[in-house]
């Protein structure tokens, strides 16, 4: 078997048209035809799919209760574990300079390729959702059987903590700077630290948990951001 | 014709499940079955069909472009529009309090019928993306028909000025409240005020430009929520 046979026998699909998957697994730094046009569409398809497995699964649970579902199962740390789990690392095309680095380890890298591969394959097969369907139920079965309403979707608080250890930095600090408004309706203003960021970052809310999850949620963003900007 | 025969005749769908259309209306205020988890899965398949008419209408036109031109048609503002184009604030479920406080004129409440409305149609056909895909085409001719790469897309600021300004609000106030970092890696924060939160709300950025598109972000998600909670 050659790369992409391999590539197409851990995933569970044989592409008709091969130059969807070699572009799925072309990140930019490899050059055009890159796979960030099928990862926009991916994107789409895999948040259509997955939100409908849950409305089917979840007969009586509320639209927030979904929704966290969904982002916890979409995120960029599931999709890069599902990445690892086809060893998509192992068939990415990267430039000589993100081979170097390591690109092909990186989290937001893999999890693109994902999206691009889920988008390809929705090419590859007219459009149309069945097939993407059975493979997401396949690839997603696990996460899809223990998922609960209310548990699984972590905190920003969380997921910068993690996203931190992960990379062996400290941990973030956080500290209130200024609370306003009247007595029932309190502004806190908190501000978050981090090792790899420079820049101080504030996050508002009406209760210091609620600030420091808002600036939390800040990080991870500018975080997300620089990641991107890197590629 | 009956009220929802006249609201199917004007979407261009006729339910062979009724009772979707009906929840597909209902709003929350009104009671369960109310139409969020609908306003769950259409917005999923709205994003995808949108983001696919997208990929295929500009073959050459990079991710970037495709997202800001994807939110474009997706936001509330213009989802409202549609709804207006259906009448759908006559044919809306409302308890009595939402009626007396006009919320049939409400954007975000009529934005997320029309979701709840894709939604419904998706279910009702066997969630297939062709019929979805067919009227949305009708749905979004003119817009599909006029939209372009690097243009449509309304940045943060100039969105909340058209929305205090349609609220009849002054327009907003921002202040640079902070420069701090190095030379090469200054960070802006900017405050902004306005008239319907009581808090002052902050962004960050490495420019004041873009420390008050952040502020006029946050202020406009705080806006939107504070909108959703008086639901």
Redesign the interface.
């Given at each position: 078997m050659n790369q992409l046979e391999k590539y197409e026998d851990s995933i569970g699909y044989s592409f008709r048209d091969r130059s969807l998957l070699v572009r799925a697994l072309t990140h930019r730094s490899a050059g055009a035809p890159h796979n960030?046009?099928l990862?926009?569409?991916g994107?789409?398809?895999l948040?259509?799919v997955i939100?409908?497995f849950l409305?089917d699964r979840f007969g009586n649970?509320?639209?927030g209760d979904?929704?966290r579902m969904r982002s916890t199962l979409v995120r960029e740390t599931t999709l890069a574990e599902i990445a690892h789990s086809f060893s998509l690392g192992d068939y990415l095309n990267m430039g000589p300079g993100e081979q170097r680095s390591g690109g092909f380890r990186r989290d937001s890298i893999l999890a693109d390729a994902v999206e691009a591969t889920i988008g390809a394959i929705y090419l590859d097969t007219g459009?149309?959702?069945e097939t993407v369907r059975d493979l997401l139920g396949k690839w997603f079965s696990e996460r899809l059987k223990t998922i609960r309403p209310g548990i699984g979707q972590k905190d920003p608080k969380t997921r910068l903590q993690e996203y931190l250890q992960a990379r062996e930095f400290h941990v973030p600090v956080y500290a209130v700077v200024d609370v306003?408004?009247?007595q029932n309706?309190q502004?806190f203003?908190v501000s978050c630290s981090v090792e790899p960021l420079?820049?101080?970052?504030?996050g508002?809310g009406t209760s210091k948990r609620r600030a420091e999850q808002d600036a939390a949620e800040?990080v991870l963003e500018i975080l997300r951001k620089s990641n991107g900007n890197r590629k």
């Open positions: 960030e046009r990862e926009f569409l994107d789409a398809v948040e259509l939100s409908g409305f649970v509320d639209e979904l929704s459009e149309q959702l306003s408004g009247q309706s502004v203003k420079s820049q101080i970052v504030f508002t800040h």
